[in-house]
């Protein structure tokens, strides 16, 4: 502030004068200090209440998490425990035996689903995913993953429409990913539109975007909640019953996912119990004009000697009775030091050597084995619980020619042995 004042004639201000408004302007600085303290200790305990406020509300929803994860993965194993009692009970290929084993397979696909996202948001939060990214027509991928969800929609007795282009609609996206995206926002709709309801998916464009929409006329998002339900561990009221289940990822995963394609994510919804629509959207890319490629069947690899390497012994003689289904020779070896000698013992065609071994790594195990001449063109194959880009690439300087993150796909696994019969391989399977 300035306090400025005006003389008509040289001499009318005395000395005097000029102390007394001396004294009064540092009246007024001092009091404005004061005040500036004031605000600064305001904005203080403001900005400390507000940290308190969303300490509490993170710790609140990482109990709740706690506890939904307590609970799901509680949820798969009943059944599991179950099923393998009923197995062990009954004449193999009785239709009890036979229905207990669909159980198991769909408790199992259960459990890596919900690994693969908490693993996923963690990927997403420190840019750790990559995508494989190619034009793709997004109607195709719709159209696709739609199809692998009608049963789920038909179990519930929801009617279900797709609409999609004739026409290619086409973007630049990883179309795992898309279809993983299109996958949550599915299971979002089942799970929460009651008996006799309706959902429908279409794609379209807008402008330079292509927009997919997933609408339902379910029980709604209310106020409170539709503005973070795209946040990771969100979810509406569920109650002790926690009868819809899920981890609140499925979302967080459809924005992240989304926003690194260079896309975005919306929801809209009037409130309770009147349904949502969910809208995702991506820059439209021209016409590649090439023929999609053709996709073949996986042929079943040649009979080999294969030396499996992995201490936890469940995991790995269930792994050498899946690959003896194929003709196989398979050996195991419960540490590294054993699978070095037992690899000197069979002269194996395949190692699939687990990373972490009681003993010795298997980033050593695989050293040693290459650094002996009668290994080098031996096939080795990493199995981790690590999964991400420097992983592999560890993987392949320790002399690894592929890597499979925990628990492998058994597909996959025969598509990469395929793949060692011919040389085409991959460190990325």
Request: proline share 5%.
């Amino acid at each position: 502030g300035a306090l400025t004042l005006y003389a008509s004639r040289p001499g009318t201000f005395t000395p005097q004068h000029v102390e007394l408004l001396e004294s009064l302007c540092a009246d007024v600085s001092y009091a404005l200090d004061a005040m500036e303290q004031e605000r600064l200790r305001a904005n203080a305990e403001r900005a400390l209440r507000e940290s308190e406020i969303s300490l509490r509300e993170a710790d609140r929803r990482k109990n709740d998490f706690l506890a939904a994860l307590s609970h799901e993965l509680r949820n798969p194993l009943a059944p599991i425990r179950n099923s393998l009692y009923v197995v062990d009970h009954t004449a193999p290929g009785s239709t009890q035996a036979l229905r207990a084993t669909a159980v198991v397979k769909r408790q199992v696909d259960h459990l890596v689903k919900l690994v693969d996202d908490l693993l996923d948001v963690t990927r997403i939060s420190h840019g750790k995913i990559t995508l494989a990214r190619s034009r793709i027509d997004a109607g195709e991928v719709v159209r696709k993953t739609c199809e692998d969800h009608r049963t789920l929609f038909e179990q519930h007795k929801i009617e279900f429409r797709v609409a999609a282009p004739s026409v290619p609609v086409w973007i630049d996206a990883d179309p795992t990913r898309i279809s993983q995206v299109v996958s949550n926002l599915l299971q979002n709709a089942a799970k929460f539109t009651p008996e006799g309801g309706s959902a429908s998916v279409t794609v379209g464009g807008h402008g330079q975007d292509v927009e997919i929409h997933v609408r339902d006329d379910g029980i709604g998002i209310g106020p409170d909640v539709v503005e973070k339900v795209f946040e990771p561990f969100t979810q509406g009221e569920s109650g002790l019953a926690r009868s819809q289940g899920g981890l609140g990822l499925g979302l967080a995963l459809v924005k992240g996912l989304m926003e690194l394609h260079g896309g975005s994510a919306q929801v809209r919804s009037e409130g309770a119990n009147r349904g949502s629509e969910f809208v995702v959207s991506l820059p439209r890319v021209a016409d590649p004009g090439l023929a999609c490629a053709v996709q073949h069947e996986v042929p079943t690899p040649a009979p080999r000697t294969i030396l499996v390497i992995e201490d936890y012994m469940d995991s790995a003689q269930s792994l050498a009775d899946a690959l003896a289904l194929d003709g196989h020779r398979v050996h195991v070896a419960t540490s590294g030091k054993t699978g070095i000698s037992r690899a000197r013992e069979v002269k194996p065609d395949i190692v699939l050597c687990d990373i972490g071994l009681p003993d010795v790594t298997g980033y050593e195990v695989a050293g040693v084995l290459r650094s002996d001449d009668a290994f080098r063109s031996a096939f080795l194959v990493a199995l981790s619980g690590y999964a991400q880009p420097e992983d592999r690439q560890q993987a392949r300087a320790a002399g690894f020619d592929a890597h499979l993150a925990k628990p492998a796909n058994l597909e996959e696994l025969r598509a990469l042995l395929a793949g060692a019969d011919t040389g085409s391989h991959s460190l990325e399977a």
